[in-house]
């Protein structure tokens, strides 16, 4: 089936450390999936930080990046320098831009905590 | 500029008893609409889609019900909760089914 596994966390750096939340998925039904990233702050909603739908293409978004590899099936984000008001839960999720609900496939949700 | 309201933040609710919850976006006509659910420790499922007013499809069976009255609103409700519907309630909108999805902030819900 269709589905996403992205790095368990918490996971715990310091201010200015690089980062990389792992994310690789499944998509058996879907032809072209289009991968994001969303992000929820402390006492926020879901907002979106990037997406990319094309395979081989790189988003980015506030210092975040993310590169879509259809041949190893993943979407990692990563920053060089991270800061502590990037402290949030991060989502990975699929999409089918063909489906016909529209829905989007979630990973679990990585816990992100900087440390000054 | 769209905004995305829903209401209320969280409900704590008896086992049994009805349920509605619901969702209000400004600033864009005729959006497709999503109700999302996390359970604790989940991750965000896919319940209902609308892509227009009166119709509405259920992706997951939860013993929830949904329904558009208006092309701006969308309710979420049942007539007797379970504890398993406790949760947290999302609620989403997107320009088509192929673009990316905004979503509100959310509605905690706990069956007791």
């Known amino acids: 089936g269709d589905s996403v596994t992205q790095t368990e966390g918490p996971v715990t750096v310091s201010e200015s450390e690089s980062l990389i939340i792992n994310c690789t998925y499944s998509?058996?039904?879907?032809?072209?999936?289009?991968l994001f990233w969303y992000v929820r702050y402390p006492g926020e909603g879901l907002q979106l930080l990037l997406k990319?739908?094309?395979?081989?293409q790189k988003g980015s978004s506030r210092g975040f990046e993310a590169t879509y590899n259809k041949e190893t099936t993943s979407f990692h984000l990563q920053k060089a320098s991270v800061q502590e008001s990037d402290s949030a839960v991060y989502y990975c999720?699929?999409?089918?831009?063909?489906?016909?609900?529209?829905?989007?496939?979630f990973g679990l949700g990585t816990t992100l905590q900087v440390q000054p | 500029a769209q905004t995305i309201h829903q209401w209320p933040v969280a409900e704590i609710k008896a086992v049994g008893s009805p349920l509605s919850l619901g969702c209000t976006i400004k600033g864009k006509s005729s959006p497709n609409l999503y109700w999302y659910w996390q359970a604790t420790g989940g991750t965000l499922q896919q319940l209902f889609y609308?892509?227009?007013?009166?119709?509405v499809e259920s992706v997951v069976q939860l013993n929830l019900s949904a329904s558009r009255p208006k092309d701006d609103q969308f309710i979420l409700s049942t007539e007797k909760l379970l504890l398993s519907h406790s949760g947290f309630y999302l609620c989403a909108w997107s320009r088509d089914r192929s673009y990316e999805q905004y979503f509100g902030p959310g509605t905690r819900l706990t069956v007791l």
């Open positions: 998509a058996t039904s879907i032809a072209y999936p289009n």
């Open positions: 990319v739908i094309t395979a081989g």
């Open positions: 999720a699929l999409g089918d831009p063909a489906g016909n609900t529209g829905k989007l496939i």
């Open positions: 609308s892509i227009t007013v009166g119709q």
